[in-house]
């Protein structure tokens, strides 16, 4: 069955610490994994889309990793600021369908 | 301005009512997904349309209808509605039949059922 689990559900950091959400899929055949950004009550936000062939990919100081062969993908947040509260998702496509994670959701405390 | 304009943005009516959301897609995007979000749930696909046409068919309620116009902007129909309709709505469009790359989301309805 094709599914996406994302963990912590839910993490309280610090303002200025360094945080790493996990997301594990079992989506295949795999086309790309994204990263979404949603703010409380918003739409989703695209931080990186990665392939196949794709290890890392960066935007500002979101780092999103990619093992393929592990089915494992990483979001890295440096440097942790109070407008990074939100929740993140993780999103796999395959073919033409897109497998929805249930999201982390990320508090950070000044 | 993610260039998705959904609207309204906040809608409140009563049980057994029925309601209809629009979606504008981004400038030259032929698909129109509509989603589902309950208060601290994931996305739940509902329907995707492309270029007028059905494509996919989620977890739709049979109470719940859409379509795409001509122009391309799409419409969600949610009828005899009930309390656990109360979601936040949201709409995305992407260029090609898939979401495979381009895929964007508008800022959602949130729909309060009393």
């Known amino acids: 069955k094709n599914q996406v689990e994302q963990s912590p559900q839910s993490l309280i950091i610090l303002e200025g610490k360094n945080c790493t959400l996990q997301?594990?899929?079992?989506?295949?055949?795999?086309?790309?994994l994204r990263w979404y950004k949603q703010d409380t009550g918003r739409g989703p936000v695209s931080l990186t889309i990665?392939?196949?062939?794709?290890n890392t990919k960066s935007n500002g100081r979101y780092t999103a990793t990619l093992d393929a062969d592990t089915k494992q993908s990483s979001l890295h947040i440096t440097a942790s600021q109070l407008s990074d509260s939100a929740s993140y998702i993780c999103v796999v496509s395959y073919t033409d369908k897109l497998i929805f994670g249930t999201g982390t959701r990320l508090q950070v405390f000044p | 301005d993610s260039g998705v304009t959904q609207t309204p943005k906040h809608l409140i009516t009563a049980t057994g009512q029925r309601v209809t959301l629009r979606c504008s897609p981004r400038s030259g995007d032929l698909s129109v997904y509509w989603y589902q979000q309950s208060l601290d749930q994931g996305l739940q696909f509902l329907i995707q349309?492309?270029?007028?046409?059905?494509?996919a068919k989620g977890n739709i309620l049979e109470r719940f209808s859409a379509q795409q116009f001509p122009d391309l902007h799409s419409e969600l129909n949610l009828s005899s509605l009930e309390l656990g309709d109360s979601a936040l709505y949201f709409c995305?469009?992407?260029?090609?039949?898939?979401?495979?790359?381009?895929?964007?989301f508008g800022s959602g309805t949130r729909l309060t059922v009393v």
């Open positions: 349309y492309y270029n007028g046409e059905e494509r």
């Open positions: 997301c594990n899929y079992t989506v295949s055949p795999f086309s790309n």
């Open positions: 995305a469009s992407s260029v090609e039949g898939g979401p495979l790359w381009g895929y964007t």
């Open positions: 990665m392939t196949f062939s794709e």
